[in-house]
C-alpha cells in the first residue's frame, strides 16, 4: 500500500508542473525610448542652390595716351572717389625731351588718368615704370553695392523661381543676407543645363567676389501643417512605406502607416491618419522595433 501511495502522489505532482517548467519566472525586455508628440503650425520647404558672388559694375582704368608710366597714385584694395587721379603718364616724347631745353619752357608731357567712378581698386595692371599704349588697361574698379549673387539653377527647378520672389543667402560662416530674386538671364549652360539668376541683397553688404554661398528659396508653404520630428518617422528599404511607432498605453507601442507632406532638416509633416496633440510617439529607441513593442520611457525627445 505504500508503495503504491508515493507512486499515485508522484502521478499527480507530474501532472500539475507543465512541461518544460523550469520554476523560473520569464521577463519580457523592454526597449529604453524617448517620445515625442506632433507640433501644428506655419511650415516651409525651402530649395537649397549654389551662387557664387560677383561685382555687377566695374570700370576699367585704360591708358590715355601712349607712354610710360611715371606715377602710381592708388595701391589693390585702395577705396577711391569718381574723378580722383589715379596715375600719371609721362608720354614717349616728353621722356626724350626730359633733360632738354624745353623744359624749362613748362612742357611736362604728364598727363592725369582719373577714375570714371568712385569704388575699391580691385586690380593694378601696370605698375610705376611699365610702358604702355594709348587704351591699355591699367587698373580695374569695382563697386562695392553692386555685388550680387550669381545663382545656377537646374531647369527642373527653374518653375519654383520668379523674379522679385524672396530668398536668403547663406554665408560659408553660416550668416543670413535676405535678398531677392532680381532678374534671370535668358540662356542655359550647354552643359550642366542651368540657368542663371541673380540675386541682389537687400542691404549693402562689402564681401568679396568669387565667394561660394548657399541660397534658400522658398518651394512650398502649409499654414496648418502637423509635424513630427525626423526621428519619429521610419521606412522601408525603398522608401515607398513610412510609419510612426504610436504609444497605445505607458509601456506599448504600435506601428501606424503614415502619408508625408512637407519635409525639412528637422520635421516632416504627417497629412494622414489624424493625430491629436495628447498622442505620444517614438523618437529615439524606434529603429528595427516591430509592429508592438514593449518599451520603458526615458523621457521627452529635444529638438535640437
Not at 503614415?258 to 523618437?283: C, H, K, M, N, Y
Request: hydrophobic letters at 40%; aromatic letters at 6%; proline letters at 5%.
Amino acid at each position: 500500500m505504500n508503495k503504491k501511495l508515493i507512486f499515485l502522489l508522484l502521478v499527480v505532482l507530474a501532472c500539475k508542473r507543465p512541461s518544460g517548467d523550469s520554476g523560473e519566472t520569464t521577463v519580457t525586455a523592454r526597449v529604453p525610448v524617448t517620445v515625442a508628440s506632433v507640433s501644428a503650425g506655419e511650415m516651409s520647404e525651402y530649395l537649397y542652390f549654389t551662387a557664387t558672388s560677383m561685382f555687377q559694375e566695374k570700370s576699367v582704368v585704360r591708358a590715355t595716351a601712349g607712354g610710360y608710366v611715371e606715377e602710381q597714385l592708388v595701391n589693390t584694395g585702395d577705396a577711391v572717389a569718381k574723378s580722383r587721379e589715379l596715375f600719371r603718364i609721362r608720354t614717349k616724347e616728353s621722356a626724350s625731351l626730359k633733360a632738354d631745353s624745353a623744359g624749362a619752357l613748362g612742357f611736362t608731357g604728364l598727363i592725369p588718368v582719373k577714375a570714371s567712378l568712385g569704388g575699391m581698386v580691385i586690380s593694378i595692371d601696370h605698375p610705376k615704370g611699365d610702358y604702355v599704349q594709348e587704351g591699355d588697361q591699367l587698373a580695374v574698379i569695382s563697386v562695392p553695392e553692386s555685388l550680387v549673387f550669381i545663382l545656377d539653377v537646374p531647369f527642373e527647378s527653374a518653375g519654383f523661381i520668379k523674379p522679385g520672389a524672396s530668398c536668403e543667402v547663406i554665408l560659408p560662416d553660416s550668416s543670413l543676407i535676405a535678398g531677392h530674386v532680381k532678374s534671370v538671364l535668358p540662356s542655359m549652360n550647354n552643359a550642366a543645363q542651368t540657368q542663371r539668376y541673380i540675386i541682389q541683397p537687400l542691404v549693402s553688404c562689402h564681401h568679396p567676389e568669387n565667394l561660394i554661398a548657399h541660397v534658400r528659396i522658398i518651394k512650398q508653404v502649409s499654414p496648418k501643417a502637423v509635424s513630427l520630428p525626423r526621428g519619429c518617422i521610419l521606412s522601408d528599404e525603398v522608401q515607398q512605406q513610412f510609419w510612426v511607432m504610436k504609444m497605445i498605453n505607458d509601456s506599448t507601442a504600435v506601428k501606424v502607416v503614415v502619408s508625408q507632406g512637407l519635409r525639412t532638416p528637422d520635421r516632416i509633416e504627417i497629412t494622414a491618419p489624424a493625430f491629436a496633440e495628447t498622442d505620444r510617439f517614438l523618437a529615439t529607441g524606434n529603429y528595427g522595433l516591430g509592429d508592438t513593442a514593449k518599451v520603458v520611457v526615458q523621457g521627452t525627445y529635444k529638438e535640437h
